[in-house]
């Protein structure tokens, strides 16, 4: 029996959360800073989400994402046009953004219920693809080894020590940042009928699915997902 989507985005969801609560455990059991090898731990772990709700966000249009990629293919020599081949979160940030302004995560708020309609308002977080990359950086940034050339060696010491003191308060945001983004959100997916050609790929449509997903407890292993569908 075949995996359907929402059922590996809920998967992909429960990593998320796992890595979460591994990066909590680090900050929680320092005194102040984080030593070296436990920064660097933490910043795979963040660098590891966006790149889970970069390819998680491929689910909710995997079809469109698919005819897309196949479209920029046939006008490249050096450009696949396979998705599969796709592994670079800056670089398929940036391509979801083109063929859907729903891609990221929509932070969810209060629920108003009234008989059985249930209305959701948007919760305050600043959910850009643009956030994500720069995070993305942030966390490369630190899973290299400093060159130690080009300035006098007791200096660049010190320099490393202070950005790796100064990373212990970016990580204590990030992970904040992932669980206001993420806790209750909606993703969503666009209409869309496969084309021969797959030139609807590229056109403007309007969303006809939602996943509602909740993360829960936060030491359970759950996460809950409800599927919406447009009338």
């Given amino acids: 029996m075949a995996v359907e989507p929402h059922q590996i985005y809920q998967s992909m969801m ?17 005194d102040k800073y984080l030593s070296s090898l436990d920064t660097e731990f933490c910043f795979l772990q963040i660098r590891k989400i966006v790149e889970q709700i970069c390819f998680s966000s491929i689910l909710c249009d995997q079809e469109r994402y698919r005819d897309f990629r ?28 083109d063929i859907s302004p729903h891609f990221m995560p929509i932070p969810l708020g209060e629920r108003q219920t009234n008989g059985n309609e249930h209305h959701f308002e948007r919760a305050d977080v600043n959910a850009t693809h643009t956030k994500l990359i720069k995070i993305f950086k942030k966390c490369g940034s630190f899973m290299h080894i400093p060159k130690p050339f080009g300035e006098e060696y007791e200096s660049h010491i010190n320099k490393q020590r202070n950005r790796y003191n100064q990373a212990t308060e970016t990580i204590k945001g990030y992970s904040q940042y992932f669980k206001d983004l993420l806790w209750h959100h909606a993703a969503v997916g666009l209409e869309y009928s496969d084309s021969s050609n797959g030139l609807e790929a590229l056109d403007a449509a309007s969303p006809k699915t939602a996943w509602l997903v909740n993360f829960e407890d936060y030491e359970s292993d759950h996460i809950s997902i409800v599927l919406a569908q447009a009338e």
């Fill in 70 to 97: 196949k479209l920029e293919g046939m006008t490249s020599d050096d450009d696949s046009g396979s998705y599969e081949d796709d592994w670079n979160s800056r670089v398929i940030l940036s391509k979801l953004k």
């Fill in 14 to 30: 429960l990593e998320i959360k796992v890595r979460i609560r591994a990066v909590d455990s680090k900050l929680e059991g320092s």
